[in-house]
T-cell receptor, first 114, second 111 residues
């Protein structure tokens, strides 16, 4: 199974600032995903990051707020821009493993916005 | 559309069996999954079942799938305090190919 790491593991940020979260995978993967988990809630898909093309965003999420980079097949970043307290969440990176057809998650980045 | 429902809370005594239930709507789902989330941690894939199977057993875990009723369950035998966590059921949507998660069931194990 893929091993996924994220940096930072947690951060406390001021309103109006931006934070970039890094996701590193130990193997090459085609598709990487970014999720948000608000306090006490389930997971919501933010976007799908494909190498060599722009990310595909889900309804309610826009590139200006959550720009994503995917420079190669093992790395991606998610930036949370112009943060407000409502952005306080856990942000999780995820990848598919096609053999078997399973999805693995990183440890998450716990973000608190004051 | 695609939707997954779970009960929110389950409390059991250590040593008992736990059964966490899930219902889903997409009858064309190919895979169904169970994830575990411990406090402050990410999601750990516990087990999964292919839609042409009725049951899958993996050590203390048993997954039962009733396709007719679109019902999935996770049984944890001899539940331990270390099993206390949130358990998420998820299906892979046949239309989108994306994971659809339930709300999560918080399992509390009392000593």
């Amino acid at each position: 199974s893929a091993v996924i790491s994220q940096k930072p593991s947690r951060d406390i940020c001021q309103r109006g600032t931006s934070l970039t979260i890094q996701c590193q995978v130990d193997s090459q993967v085609t598709m990487m995903f970014w999720y948000r988990q608000q306090p006490g809630q389930s997971l919501t898909l933010i976007a799908t990051a494909n190498q060599g093309s722009e990310a595909t965003y889900e309804s309610g999420f826009v590139i200006d707020k959550f720009p994503i980079s995917r420079p190669n097949l093992t790395f991606s970043t998610l930036t949370v821009s112009n943060m407000s307290p409502e952005d306080s969440s856990i942000y999780l990176c995820s990848v598919w493993d096609r053999g078997p057809d399973t999805q693995y998650f990183g440890p998450g980045t716990r973000l608190t916005v004051l | 559309g695609e939707d997954v429902e779970q009960s929110l809370f389950l409390s059991v005594r250590e040593g008992d069996s736990s059964v966490i239930n899930c219902t889903y709507t997409d009858s064309s789902s190919t895979y169904l999954y169970w994830y575990k989330q411990e406090p402050g941690a990410g999601l750990q894939l516990l087990t999964y079942i292919f839609s042409n199977m009725d049951m899958k057993q993996d050590q203390r875990l048993t997954v039962l799938l009733n396709k007719k009723d679109k019902h999935l369950s996770l049984r944890i035998a001899d539940t331990q305090t270390g099993d206390s966590a949130i358990y998420f059921c998820a299906e892979k949507g046949s239309n989108t190919g994306k994971l659809i998660f339930g709300q999560g069931t918080t399992l509390q194990v009392k000593p």
